[in-house]
């Protein structure tokens, strides 16, 4: 089994920061990307930020230059930094990672709970 654990929602300002981490834990040979969905109040999750295990990142338009995407691979964990923050931020963060369990597996798609994100204008 594969846990993805969330961390560092909150309630923020806008134009203020906030740092999300998300650690993948248990039998993992593999993890090829790291991604982060934010999901609003009643809209679909939707992808904005993503990392390959070779560290290349892509970025939505609307958080480009505003989020940075970074990863530990030793650590299987994913963070996203959030600066100038905007009302329109305001989602449950969710961590995605494609992971295999052994050499030469299927990749598998794993989510985490979610994370808060609150920011008031």
């Known amino acids: 089994q594969v846990q993805l654990a969330e961390s560092g929602g909150g309630l923020v300002q806008a134009g203020g920061s906030l740092r999300l981490s998300c650690a993948a834990s248990g039998n993992i040979f593999n993890n090829k990307t790291m991604s982060w969905y934010p999901q609003g109040l009643g809209v679909q999750r939707e992808l904005v930020a993503s990392?390959?295990?070779?560290?290349?990142?892509n970025y939505l338009d609307s958080v480009s230059g505003r989020f940075t995407i970074s990863r530990d691979s030793a650590k299987n964990t994913v963070y996203l930094q959030m600066n100038s923050l905007k009302a329109e931020d305001t989602a449950i963060y969710y961590c995605?990672?494609?992971?295999?369990?052994?050499?030469?597996?299927?990749?598998?798609?794993?989510w985490g709970q979610g994370t808060q994100v609150t920011v008031s204008s």
């Open positions: 995605n990672a494609v992971l295999a369990y052994k050499f030469g597996g299927s990749w598998y798609n794993w």
């Open positions: 990392i390959t295990s070779s560290g290349t990142s």
